[in-house]
């Protein structure tokens, strides 16, 4: 589980869209766990080494089924954008916490430069690389909105909260899939040779 708070509530002169990533301010913990093939211990909260970032879209999207629960959001909808710069990402598992499968971003995510208030589609990914797509052990939650608010930085008032569960799972074949793939394509080649 993964969660995305909405910086609130404040007087600013700046009325921008700020998302606050974490599931650590929440009282509820949830984790963000390993998946099956991971090589970590199922359903266990991922450890050191894995970042967590922000896909998102304004509007209300949807987004294509995902059954391996490792694609690129972009791939399940091109107008998913990866967010980038302060707030955007965090550390999983830091000694902010100790708890395998935490993060919190110490920054705010602006996702709308402009205006609060504006509702967007987000998706939360877990990776072990050096991004999404390098990555052997990704994750990605459904797709979800919610509505910006104005926030100061970086500790702002939470004015809701969004849950979501997703596991990171091995994105990239094991061997033994590649040897039964192999098998199988040989035992077609030689029974297409005998006829």
Same mark, same amino acid.
């Given at each position: 589980m993964a969660i995305v708070g909405l910086a609130g509530g404040v007087a600013s002169s700046y009325a921008q869209g700020y998302v606050a990533l974490d599931n650590y301010s929440s009282t509820l913990h949830p984790l963000i766990t390993y998946g099956p093939s991971t090589g970590g211990t199922l359903g266990a909260g991922i450890g050191a080494g894995f970042t967590v970032g922000l896909y998102f879209a304004p509007g209300t999207i949807s987004a294509a089924s995902d059954p391996s629960g490792a694609a690129n959001p972009t791939s399940l909808n091109a107008l998913? *954008?990866?967010?980038?710069?302060?707030?955007?990402? *965090?550390?999983?598992?830091?000694?902010?916490?100790?708890?395998?499968?935490?993060? $919190?971003?110490?920054?705010?995510?602006?996702?709308?430069?402009?205006?609060?208030?504006? !509702?967007?589609?987000? #998706?939360?990914? *877990?990776?072990?690389?050096?991004?999404?797509?390098?990555?052997?052990?990704?994750?990605?939650?459904? *797709?979800?909105? #919610?509505? !910006?608010?104005?926030?100061?930085?970086?500790?702002?008032?939470?004015?809701?909260?969004? #849950?979501?569960?997703?596991?990171?799972?091995?994105?990239?074949?094991?061997?033994?899939?590649?040897? $039964?793939?192999?098998?199988?394509?040989?035992? $077609? $080649?030689?029974?297409r040779r005998r006829k």
């Open positions: 998913f *954008a990866l967010g980038t710069g302060n707030g955007s990402s *965090a550390a999983s598992f830091t000694s902010a916490f100790g708890t395998a499968g935490e993060f $919190l971003s110490t920054e705010l995510f602006q996702a709308d430069p402009v205006n609060s208030g504006t !509702t967007f589609t987000f #998706m939360i990914v *877990a990776f072990n690389g050096a991004n999404f797509d390098a990555s052997t052990i990704r994750g990605h939650s459904a *797709a979800f909105t #919610m509505t !910006t608010a104005a926030g100061t930085s970086p500790t702002p008032n939470y004015i809701g909260d969004f #849950m979501q569960t997703f596991q990171v799972v091995n994105a990239v074949p094991e061997p033994s899939t590649f040897a $039964l793939l192999g098998l199988g394509t040989g035992a $077609l $080649l030689f029974f």
